[in-house]
């Protein structure tokens, strides 16, 4: 009759245990949890304060990059004004020299005055380049819509060393437009045509013919010359920077590196096939406008 | 005829060695006057010390401007006459070797009447002098003075 009852409470004695030991479980789980909530708190604050360090040091670094272009346009700014100064003063007294005293020169002596003022000039032509090189890294390349064709004719129109008598330059049909930089694109083909009239043999009048032909999404310029062309050996340096070739060349190369520099910022290439007293090609490749070849 | 002189800010030596050149082989008669740097260019203007005697350092028809100068920038001397109500339309002409657009913009929003670039040459120079007499010391109608003489 008791047993039941013993039964009973033996059971209940056993429920109570198991209710104590769950219980105890439950604590050290709440604990445990507590505990990593608490280690994800110190976690998430760390990552915080970590992000805030990064913060700190990328604000850091971008004042760190402005002062130095910074320094590169004071830099620019003093080679425009003071090493040029010096060379317009020795170009100048040559020139005067030469045109108060050359009565009292023989040819020998006027060939000197004459050097002189040349490389006075090369110079001033290196300073020049090497400025544009330095802007051309530094000047925000926005990409927009370039009327090729109406920026080449304009080139032709503002320069009377691409036109005729002086030199024959052809634009052949009509160039696309791309997307570039007028700006950049403007220095690029002026680069290129100045370099393409400049080198041609004694006696010879400089031909230029300008064409563009669609190459997937990219528009490719070629200028095509009747220049004294270029020998393979320098075909590959022609575009590294401040390569230095022959001293015919001097002074053309950082024209070349700034076209290349400037084409590839605006997201092209560049390239040439030449051969010695054939001419030379050059060709410049951008990504077509939108609407690709305008009406 | 009166011959108003020009004023020349000019640190350079050379380059105002040059220009005096210049200026004798155009045969300009209004005379060159000639300051170094921008501190003395505002004393000039304004009459300060040796300046306040106008008869040897007459108020100029005309400025001819360099941009780096020493002690205050060409820049900066324009902003000033553009300040001056006795001399705000003064015609200046900025005569610099720099072609950086910022420099040229600035000037003309400071309000420079011309920008013109150093020649590289004494020809160049020679060129420019001549171009200069013919329309500002010819053609050119300079503003008329505020009280009639």
């Given at each position: 009759m008791n047993e039941a009852l013993v039964l009973g409470s033996v059971r209940q004695h056993e429920l109570t245990d198991a209710a104590e030991k769950l219980n105890a479980e439950l604590q050290a789980e709440i604990a445990q949890r507590k505990?990593?909530?608490?280690?994800?708190?110190?976690?998430?604050?760390?990552?915080?304060?970590?992000?805030?360090?990064?913060?700190?040091?990328?604000?850091?670094?971008?004042?760190?990059?402005?002062?130095?272009?910074?320094?590169?346009?004071?830099?620019?700014?003093?080679?425009?004004?003071?090493?040029?100064?010096?060379?317009?003063?020795?170009?100048?007294?040559?020139?005067?020299?030469?045109?108060g005293y050359g009565g009292k020169l023989d040819d020998a002596g006027k060939?000197?005055?004459?050097?002189?003022?040349?490389?006075?000039?090369?110079?001033?032509?290196?300073?020049?380049?090497?400025?544009?090189?330095?802007?051309?890294?530094?000047?925000?390349?926005?990409?927009?819509?370039?009327?090729?064709?109406?920026l080449l004719r304009g080139i032709l129109e503002s320069y009377q060393d691409f036109q005729e008598p002086k030199a024959e330059v052809i634009i052949e049909g009509r160039l696309p437009a791309v997307l570039g930089n007028e700006a950049a694109l403007t220095q690029c083909f002026s680069n290129l045509l100045n370099n393409a009239i400049k080198f041609v043999a004694p006696a010879?009048?400089?031909?230029?013919?300008i064409s563009a032909e669609r190459r997937g999404e990219m528009v490719r310029f070629w200028v095509t010359d009747n220049g004294i062309g270029i020998a393979s050996q320098y075909l590959g340096k022609i575009f590294e920077t401040f390569?230095?070739?022959?001293?015919?060349?001097?002074?053309?190369?950082?024209?070349?590196?700034?076209?290349?520099?400037?084409?590839e910022r605006m997201g092209g290439q560049v390239g040439v096939e030449s051969e010695p007293g054939k001419g030379s090609r050059f060709w410049l490749e951008l990504k077509a406008a939108a609407n690709g070849i305008t009406p | 005829?009166?011959?108003?002189?020009?004023?020349?800010?000019?640190?350079?030596?050379?380059?105002?060695?040059?220009?005096?050149?210049?200026?004798?082989?155009?045969?300009?008669?209004?005379?060159?006057?000639?300051?170094?740097?921008?501190?003395?260019?505002?004393?000039?203007?304004?009459?300060?010390?040796?300046?306040?005697?106008?008869?040897?350092?007459?108020?100029?028809?005309?400025?001819?401007?360099?941009?780096?100068?020493?002690?205050?920038?060409?820049?900066?001397?324009?902003k000033w006459i553009r300040e001056q109500p006795a001399i705000q339309s003064l015609p200046v002409i900025i005569l610099s070797s720099s072609n950086q657009p910022q420099d040229i913009r600035t000037a003309y929003a400071r309000g420079a009447n011309s920008y013109l670039i150093k020649p590289p040459h004494a020809d160049g120079l020679m060129e420019l002098v001549a171009s200069l007499k013919d329309y500002w010391l010819?053609?050119?109608?300079?503003?008329?003075?505020?009280f009639p003489d």
């Open positions: 505990q990593a909530e608490a280690a994800l708190r110190t976690a998430q604050a760390q990552l915080a304060n970590r992000a805030l360090q990064l913060e700190g040091l990328v604000t850091q670094r971008t004042a760190k990059l402005q002062e130095t272009i910074g320094e590169l346009e004071g830099f620019s700014y003093s080679i425009t004004h003071d090493l040029r100064a010096p060379l317009r003063a020795m170009s100048s007294f040559s020139q005067m020299l030469e045109q060939d000197f005055l004459r050097r002189i003022r040349e490389s006075a000039n090369r110079m001033d032509k290196l300073i020049q380049d090497v400025l544009q090189y330095s802007q051309v890294l530094r000047l925000d390349l926005r990409l927009e819509h370039v009327d090729a064709d109406k010879t009048k400089p031909r230029v013919g390569q230095r070739l022959e001293t015919s060349f001097a002074g053309t190369c950082i024209g070349f590196t700034n076209v290349r520099k400037a084409v | 005829m009166n011959h108003q002189p020009i004023l020349y800010v000019e640190d350079e030596a050379n380059d105002v060695f040059f220009m005096q050149h210049a200026w004798k082989q155009a045969g300009i008669l209004n005379p060159l006057k000639v300051v170094t740097d921008g501190e003395q260019a505002v004393q000039y203007l304004s009459g300060e010390g040796k300046y306040a005697e106008r008869d040897e350092y007459p108020l100029p028809m005309l400025v001819l401007l360099d941009l780096k100068l020493p002690k205050l920038h060409g820049l900066d001397v324009l010819g053609r050119n109608q300079m503003p008329p003075a505020r």
